[in-house]
């Protein structure tokens, strides 16, 4: 997988809808960059990156989006680490699983 890579899902769930994730740069061992779209949700940026530790590599996974200046989105904002940030959790916990198994 480099750049350049998609990957597109539908969901007729309201929270996860339609939408596709696109690799935009990749430095082998460091950081993968992708550029998201959630279609008529918006856009966003997130990011993968991998730092060494030891015995061990630590994993840092980012997400940014432009909110807006509407009090509303803006609010919206501020309540995204609450609504995704569990997900974020599930899904690092699950890389490390899935790394120490082999």
Do not use: C
């Not at 890579?5 to 993968?32: D, F, M």
């Not at 060494?52 to 904002?77: C, E, H, I, K, L």
């Amino acid at each position: 997988m480099g750049v350049g890579n998609k990957l597109t899902w539908a969901s007729e769930h309201p929270q996860v809808g339609n939408g596709t994730q696109e690799i935009t740069a990749s430095v082998e061992n460091e950081r993968v960059e992708t550029a998201l779209d959630f279609g008529s949700m918006g856009t966003a940026d997130a990011f993968f990156s991998l730092k060494a530790n030891g015995d061990v590599t630590d994993v840092t996974w980012g997400f940014t989006t432009d909110m807006g200046s509407n009090p509303v989105s803006r609010w919206m904002g501020l309540m995204m680490d609450k609504w995704v940030g569990g997900d974020y959790e599930t899904g690092l916990n699950r890389l490390k699983a899935l790394v120490e198994a082999g």
